[in-house]
């Protein structure tokens, strides 16, 4: 279960990554337009900026988020459906995923079959997190593992990525033309435990919703405390350093 508004309290940092991959997409009037894993598809809508005379789609699995994506952008068409097994009635022009793929297990093994959704000429855009050796990953696992909550989280989804040369390699041995690359964003946040905050709309949720309740606020206390060390406030806010990977392959 997702939780939308908590999503999208760090929205504007959420947007950048999608709209450099959006930027860079070398398609100038695609027909057919699929967002797979759109959330609540505020940044879908952008897509329909972008390409206003494109078909737009979203796909997401999530129940809430499908929810609120029909409710926020009125007219977009929005699928729940696994974006692992969802095709589409024919191969489109743009198939794009933003940080969706990392919680995929092996999805290395899925790229082939994504990629036949799309038409010759057409691109396979997705950008990912690459930040899974930082504090705001390891120390979440690491708390994870100890008594009392080991026992409850074995087997909880937690994301993973690979590096941009990869997912490059992948691709051009498919025959694409690929343009792959790596950001480390540093974003800037500010209030109390916004470590905490930001991961709570992410990768901290699976976790959570695995922990008995009486578990949950001791386990945010001292995760809390570790990321807290981990990312000082200096003065200036909290810096918590990003990296994505960003990848398009042209087929």
């Given amino acids: 279960m997702w939780d939308p508004d908590q ?28 967002d797979l894993g759109c959330g609540p598809a505020t940044l879908t809508a952008l897509l329909r900026e972008r390409w206003p005379d494109a078909r737009v789609t979203g796909v997401d699995s999530s129940p809430e988020m499908v929810a ?5 952008v009125p007219g977009l068409e929005v699928v729940e459906a696994d974006v692992t097994t969802w095709r589409p009635a024919e191969p489109v022009d743009l198939l794009l995923s933003n940080a969706t793929l990392q919680w ?4 290395l093994d899925l790229l082939p079959g994504l990629l036949e959704q799309v038409r010759p000429g057409g691109c396979l855009a997705f950008g990912v997190p690459g930040n899974f050796t930082e504090p705001s990953h390891t120390e979440r696992l690491a708390l994870a593992s100890e008594p009392p909550y ?12 690979h590096d941009a040369a990869t997912y490059l390699e ?23 435990d916004p470590v905490l905050d ?14 008995p309740g009486e578990l949950r606020e001791p386990f945010c206390d001292e995760l809390r405390s570790r990321l807290t060390a981990a ?4 003065g200036n806010g909290v810096v918590l350093p990003f990296r994505r ?3 398009i392959a042209r087929r």
């Fill in 231 to 234: 990312y000082p406030d200096r």
């Fill in 198 to 211: 930001w991961i709570a709309g992410t990768s901290l949720s699976p976790t959570l919703q695995a922990l």
């Fill in 104 to 107: 995929v297990p092996g999805h």
């Fill in 245 to 247: 990977v960003f990848v």
């Fill in 150 to 161: 080991a026992e409850h989280t074995v087997g909880v989804p937690s994301p993973a990525a």
């Fill in 7 to 34: 999503y999208l309290r760090y929205a504007d940092q959420r947007a950048r990554p999608f709209l450099e991959l959006v930027a860079r997409v070398p398609l100038d009037a695609p027909d057919t337009v699929v």
């Fill in 68 to 72: 609120r994506a029909r409710a926020e």
């Fill in 170 to 192: 992948v691709l051009a041995g498919l025959g694409c033309t690929v343009d792959a690359w790596e950001t480390t964003y540093l974003h800037v946040l500010h209030g109390p």
